[in-house]
Structure formats: structure tokens, C-alpha cells
């Protein structure tokens, strides 16, 4: 079947076939790096904690820890025994008397609730305690966050800020992780120049190099940019050649069609395999998918995405950000959505599932941009994400619709 003939395949049927044609890299090539330099890293091996947390019953206030039945009265007056700051041990609690005692401090043995200082007076050295405490108050006990034994942190979990807090909480100073997918970039497209060099008549700046590879840096992925390439198929042969030896995954943008200025089909089908792919998304509708053989028989995936800046971007985000994280051993692959009202009318949908550019307004509405072409790049900035609209649903305003944010693609 001619590949311009193909039907349209739908965003999650090509998604799909993407990740079961992908394994994520050996355990051989895992990585033992320190916690304070895991972040944006795939853990590759659980982490279980070898102790609960707290590891023993702690005070969630400054205050005083006490006997609830020593204070059958609002007012009573208790002889304060100790101090107990946190990272000391106090002494066990005699009947009678109160221990002054700050957060995070170990309960001494024998109290059973703690009254913050608040709801306290202190009386030389005594406290009258202003409140009737009830049993538990205040009081973190062992184990509440974590027990010894739990896994804390499962394989194919991305590493955030707060995961690594937990890693530490548990005491785990090491982490395997995957090691980070290494990304071949290129464009190929004689019109491209870059900033900085005239621009020659019907030349125009090169802004998916700039777009891709630094959405390939924010997920944490070694990027071996290899520039421009002439469109020529034996410029793209050699740059495929190239980009295969020492790379998990080669990104192109540019040259996915099959117009006769279009040579990333034939220079792949020469260098290895490939499947041309028309999915029913707007925008973004053409892209390219398969593998390039290295000289020992082994392969490096290739996809190619569309050379319109935004058809790029978002194609991008759909289909290549799932891939290297499938390549890391994530489980997690696809970004949160928030149903959110649209402050606007979209009353002719496209026959094709669609990613309008929208901004979060004050108002806790979506607003749209006014310009949806697939070549209009502005959009993506002024935008902080889109929605993702299913094939023919118009919507109106005060609609629920699904709002992805960029920063749940990229963070």
C-alpha cells in the first residue's frame, strides 16, 4: 500500500505500536548514582526502607509532653521535669509532671499526648496547661509515613525532587538508575540557515533545532546534535549512518513526506527500516518511525517528525517524550490532564483529534490563541499547555474540556 494512501492511523493506535516495537535499554547498562544527583532519573531497582518512619513516636509541636490523666481540669498545674530537644532522648516520664519538649523530639516513655506551647503557661518552673488534652494529640507515631519492609520507591519511577526526599528519608545515599538515553538530533532541509547567518532568499532560521534539542536536555537525555543536513539522500544516508554509531534514538525534523525533496524515507529503507506513518492529529499529521543499522548488526531507533515548527513541538511531546522514557524503564508515560472550562467557542472541529494552544487565565478558564496554525511557534509560548480536543467536538465556552499542561511534558 502506497504510504501516502495509508489510513490515518489514530494518536493511540501509533502510540501504541511505537512502544511495543521499543524495549528499554539492558540492565547492563545501569547506573549507581549518589541521591543528590539522581533527578529526572528512571530508578531502575526498588527502593525498599530498612526502618520505620519515625522511627519512634516524635512531637509535631513545641510544647509539652504529658499524661492526659494528669490533667483532670482545665488550669492544672504540672512541675516540668525535663527538656527534650529533638535529636535528644529524654528520660521516661514520671506520673505527675510534664516534659518540655520540641518538634520532631522523641515522646519520652510514658507521656501520651502533647499540648502545644500556645495553649500553655509557663509558671517558674512549672506549666499550667490551659486546655483538656486527648489521647494521641500532637504525637507522630513510629512508622505513621513508612514501615520497615515497604517499597518506598518502585522501578520505572521518574525521580523528582520529592522522590529523592523520600530516598533520603529511608536512608538510601545510592540509587540504580537507567543510564540516560543518547539522542542524535538533525534537520535536514536546504532552506534552514541559523541565527547569527544571512539570511538568503527563501531561507528561514532553523527554530526546531533549537525547540527539540532542549526538550530532549529537560528529560534529562545526553543530545549529540548533528546540525543541518542538504537535502540530498546521500547527505542523509551518511548523516544517519553517522548518528547511529554511539546513539539509543535519532530525531530528524523536516523530510518526512514523500514529495520528491523528501529523502529521509529512502535514505532510512537504505540504512535499515522504516514505517511512514499518517495519524489523524492536527497538528502534526506526518511522521516517520523505524530503526538504523550500525555495522555490528545492532540498530538505533529514528523517528522523524514534521518540519512545521509546532507539528514538530507537539509531536514531539506525543510521541518521542513517551519513547524515551519506555527507553529509561518508566512506568509512568503519559502526562496528567485537568479538566478546566474553556473561556472560548471552537465551533468548527477538524475531522482529526486536535491540540489547541490555550493559557490558564485568572478567572481558572482557558483562553485560545487566536492563530492555531501549525506554523505559528508564538503559540507555544504564549501558551502554557493545550487542550486536547477529540476528533469533531466543537466546544463552548463554559465547556469542561482536557487541559495538558507543557509542564507536565517536560518537567
Not at 23 to 34: D, Y
Not at 173 to 195: I, Y
Not at 392 to 404: H, K, L, N, S
Amino acid at each position: 500500500m502506497n504510504p501516502e494512501r495509508a489510513p490515518m492511523l489514530t494518536l493511540d493506535e501509533a502510540l501504541a505500536r511505537l512502544l511495543d516495537a521499543v524495549s528499554p535499554l539492558p540492565a547492563s547498562e545501569l547506573e549507581t548514582l549518589s541521591s543528590f544527583d539522581a533527578l529526572g532519573r528512571v530508578l531502575r531497582a526498588e527502593v525498599r526502607s530498612t526502618l520505620d518512619v519515625p522511627p519512634q513516636d516524635n512531637s509535631s509541636m513545641d510544647g509539652y509532653a504529658l499524661r492526659c490523666a494528669d490533667v483532670p481540669a482545665i488550669g492544672a498545674l504540672l512541675p516540668v521535669s525535663q527538656r527534650i530537644p529533638a535529636g535528644a532522648v529524654g528520660e521516661p516520664l514520671q506520673p505527675g509532671s510534664a516534659a518540655r519538649i520540641f518538634t520532631g523530639a522523641q515522646l519520652p516513655a510514658g507521656a501520651d499526648a502533647v499540648v502545644m506551647q500556645e495553649q500553655c503557661e509557663a509558671v517558674g518552673d512549672a506549666v499550667r496547661v490551659n486546655v483538656l488534652p486527648t489521647d494521641g494529640q500532637w504525637i507522630r507515631r513510629r512508622g505513621e509515613d513508612v514501615r520497615s519492609g515497604d517499597v518506598v520507591l518502585p522501578a520505572g519511577t521518574r525521580l523528582t525532587p520529592q522522590a529523592l526526599g523520600l530516598a533520603a528519608t529511608v536512608g538510601a545515599a545510592t540509587l540504580q538508575v537507567a543510564r540516560c538515553p543518547r539522542v542524535a538530533l538533525f534537520a535536514t532541509g536546504d532552506e534552514l540557515a541559523m541565527p547569527g547567518e544571512p539570511l538568503k532568499p527563501g531561507a528561514i532560521y532553523n527554530s526546531n533545532r533549537f525547540t527539540l534539542r532542549a526538550a530532549i536536555q529537560a528529560l534529562g537525555c545526553d543530545c549529540r546534535d548533528l546540525g543541518i543536513v542538504p537535502d540530498r539522500l546521500d547527505a542523509t544516508r551518511a548523516a544517519l549512518r553517522r548518528a547511529a554509531q554511539g546513539n539509543d534514538l535519532i530525531v530528524t525534523s523536516g523530510g518526512v513526506s514523500v514529495g520528491e525533496e523528501d529523502h529521509l524515507r529512502p535514505a532510512v529503507q537504505a540504512e535499515g527500516r522504516i514505517e511512514l506513518w499518517q495519524i489523524a492529529i492536527k497538528p502534526g499529521k506526518p511522521l516517520a518511525f523505524g530503526a538504523v543499522n550500525r555495522p555490528d548488526g545492532s540498530s538505533a531507533y529514528i523517528v522523524g517528525l514534521p518540519g512545521n515548527p509546532v507539528s514538530s513541538f507537539l509531536t514531539f511531546l506525543l510521541m518521542v517524550r513517551p519513547l524515551l522514557l519506555r527507553l529509561q524503564g518508566a512506568t509512568e508515560l503519559t502526562p496528567t490532564r485537568t479538566a478546566l472550562r474553556a473561556d472560548f467557542d471552537w465551533p468548527r472541529p477538524d475531522k482529526r483529534r486536535e491540540f489547541l494552544r490555550v493559557r490558564r487565565n485568572d478567572r481558572g478558564g482557558l483562553d485560545l490563541f487566536a492563530n492555531q496554525s501549525s506554523g505559528v511557534l508564538t503559540s507555544v509560548v504564549w501558551g502554557d499547555g493545550v487542550v486536547d480536543n477529540p476528533e469533531g467536538q466543537a466546544i463552548r465556552a463554559g465547556d469542561a474540556v482536557e487541559f495538558i499542561a507543557f509542564a507536565e511534558w517536560l518537567a
